[in-house]
């Protein structure tokens, strides 16, 4: 599996872990296309990395449906059959830019869960697929209550003392928007291993964790799934809530994220020389089928906002991030802190402080982001 690695990514990836791999491109690379080439999309992983034929490959339909079926993949790319879709989406884990939340946890240094992801877990891609919506149909469509689809992955992880598939559903009504859909290809090219070949499901607009990798079975359920990762993982708790009293009833399930955003240079800590202007890049995005309106910079701190030009916004997707450029004014000597702020269609905006947005998990750290940087003259 380390061996795929090296094979389909970057040489210059973040190897956050290796084992189960994950990994995220290295910072002046995350922004430098709209579309992000294959081998810089960032890598979450709970377990292997399946090696999968496509002769061998066959997935299932099941549980609350009329007719259950299993298909090839011939069969699922059989023009014929199933329309094909072409759709650009950023997918980003809801881990991202959590290093900010780790400099703010109690028990830094010895026992800090979950990877430490800082600006990169996110990417976009084309990919091209059908919708899940048609299979279903497919299928005689949902009978006897069904409400929700689970989505199987073929790699196995452990949690606690049990040996257990990547598990995770989303709600029909997701589906039925077609806003589902089933990949064998990425960028033009047949997905890589490393991101779930010869099949994965792509969720526009909500959280990573629902585009299952390695999709070797769908099946319709009446319920939210009960698998851990749907249940107990990807939860996003609130203040007042710790190690002590952590329960999954006390946490939401994260499926949208809110509207982020993040400086992509200069880092921070760099030091900067400037005469009244700072080129400042970076991305946006919002979840749930919300796009990135305005972006904000300031150079004080948050004192006073700069607006990124228009023209220096990549385009507008429904279902995807916008990277942006600034060359922002500065009358600021000494110590600057450069903050960023994006507003969504919807008129949400990001709170101001990582503290604000705090929670156990470390999950969703949507809060403006903010690089100190130090100038000399
Ligand atoms: N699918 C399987 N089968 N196993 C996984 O560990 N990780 C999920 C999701 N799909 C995962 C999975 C998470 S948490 C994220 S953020 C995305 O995959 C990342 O997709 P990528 O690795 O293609 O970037
Ligand atoms: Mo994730």
Redesign the pocket.
């Known amino acids: 599996s380390w061996e795929t690695v090296l094979k389909e990514k970057h040489k210059d990836m973040l190897h956050l872990l290796k084992f189960?791999y994950n990994g995220e491109p290295p910072k002046r690379l995350v922004t430098s296309k709209a579309i992000t080439p294959n081998p810089l999309?960032?890598?979450?992983?709970?377990?292997g990395i399946p090696i999968i034929k496509k002769k061998d490959f066959t997935f299932t339909l099941d549980g609350l449906v009329a007719n259950p079926k299993t298909y090839t993949l011939d069969d699922i790319m059989d023009e014929s059959r199933f329309p094909r879709i072409e759709e650009t989406v950023t997918?980003?884990?809801?881990?991202t830019r959590r290093i900010e939340q780790i400099a703010l946890y109690p028990g830094q240094g010895d026992e800090v869960p979950q990877a430490p992801w800082a600006e990169g877990?996110i990417?976009t891609a084309t990919y091209r697929g059908i919708s899940l919506k048609k299979l279903i149909k497919d299928c005689g469509g949902l009978v006897n209550g069904g409400k929700h689809l689970e989505f199987y992955?073929?790699?196995t992880?452990f949690k606690d003392l049990d040996v257990l598939?990547?598990v995770?559903s989303v709600p029909w009504s997701k589906v039925k928007a077609n806003e589902v859909i089933l990949a064998w290809e990425m960028n033009g090219e047949p997905l890589p291993a490393?991101?779930?070949y010869p099949l994965?499901?792509v969720v526009m607009g909500y959280?990573?964790?629902?585009?299952?990798?390695?999709?070797y079975r769908i099946k319709a359920i009446e319920t939210p799934s009960l698998a851990p990762?749907q249940s107990r993982e990807?939860l996003y708790f609130n203040q007042q809530t710790g190690k002590h009293n952590q329960k999954p009833t006390s946490g939401i399930q994260i499926q949208e994220m809110p509207v982020s955003s993040a400086i992509m240079s200069p880092w921070k800590g760099h030091v900067i020389i400037h005469n009244g202007k700072i080129h400042c890049k970076g991305w946006a995005y919002s979840g749930g089928g919300r796009w990135p309106e305005r972006i904000e910079l300031s150079s004080d701190g948050g004192f006073s906002w700069y607006e990124v030009p228009h023209e220096k916004l990549s385009k507008k997707g429904q279902w995807t991030w916008r990277t942006w450029e600034i060359d922002l004014p500065c009358d600021v000597e000494g110590w600057i802190e450069i903050v960023c702020r994006c507003w969504d269609n919807s008129l949400n905006t990001q709170p101001l402080t990582v503290r604000s947005a705090w929670n156990w998990g470390l999950h969703v750290t949507s809060s403006a982001h903010r690089i100190p940087v130090y100038s000399i003259n």
């Open positions: 189960p999309h960032f890598v979450r992983n709970h377990g997918i980003q884990c809801s881990g877990a990417g992955g073929a790699d992880y598939n990547y995770v490393i991101h779930g994965r499901v959280i990573g964790a629902r585009s299952v990798k390695w999709l990762v990807y």
